[in-house]
């Protein structure tokens, strides 16, 4: 089915995605740091690489979805990057979630080997991955978006081409501002719910469907009732990606108010080892100020 895609990264995100081109019959070939999170794929019929740049070698388009900055320098930039097996011509697509100005440094070196990037970052958590209904933020060339746009419809609903290297970085960065401040109200709103005696469910039902709903109330807002904080997002995710808003924002010269005083907020969570929970685990945060405790 046309272009041959190597995939990099099979974690939470990157396993779900892989295999809904898989689904969607591509041609894929994986590579992951742990061998055992290929087994899977390669059952359901993905090739398996020895490292990136053997399947960057292999592949006409390369996909990588891994969990940081340097994570993403090392498997396209490192010893045995994709940069080592690239060739003109071929597409770098980033879908992890970095530094936009990291974004542009990796797409200006692959472009000296004639080879092309796009970052297109995604949202829409596990549940997202896994269903193909992710949204998808691209910076990059107009007409590498359309020649991945067919990858992109495997993987999600809403693509959007926002602007030039590094702008999908950039606007994943507002999604995260809007996430954790969405975070902070639906924590804040289901203490006060709690401490007043009202009935939750039925309070939730009533708030998700006006003005005041959001994806982190519908989706989250449960999972709190029952106290479940199986991720879609961990807290030590989050925290990377708040780092990136913090740091791009000060570069900006904006001041980003709530979004600090979660990250300080997070970070205590941390400290008490909950790093490895959902980002909706924030309540945490305020039931240990409050001593209140939210449970239907």
Known sequence: MGERVGFIGLGIMGGAMAGNLLKAGFEVCVWNRSPAKMEKLAAAGAGTARDPADLAAGCDVIITCVSD???????????????????????????????????????????????????????????????????????????????????????????????????????????????????????????????????LEKTLSAVTQGAAGSWMLSNRGPQVLVRDWRPGFTIDLQQKDLRLALSTGDALGVPLLATSMVFSLYRTLQSRGLGKEGNHALIKALEHLSGVRVEK
Do not use: C, W, Y
């Open 69 to 199: 900055t340097p994570d993403v320098e090392e498997v396209i930039l490192g010893e045995r990057g994709v940069i080592h097996g690239i060739a003109a011509g071929k597409l770098v697509i980033d879908m992890s979630t970095i530094s936009p100005m990291a974004s542009r440094r990796i797409a200006a070196q692959l472009a000296e080997k004639g080879a092309h990037m796009l970052d297109a970052p995604v949202s829409g958590g596990s549940e997202g991955a896994a269903r193909g209904t992710l949204s998808i933020m691209v910076g990059g060339a107009a007409d590498q978006v359309e020649r991945a746009r067919p990858l992109f419809r495997a993987m999600g609903k809403a693509v959007v081409h926002i602007g030039g290297h590094g702008d999908g970085q950039n606007a994943k960065i507002v999604n995260q501002i809007l996430v954790v401040g969405n975070a902070l109200a639906m924590s804040e709103a289901l203490l006060f719910a709690q401490a007043s005696g009202l009935d």
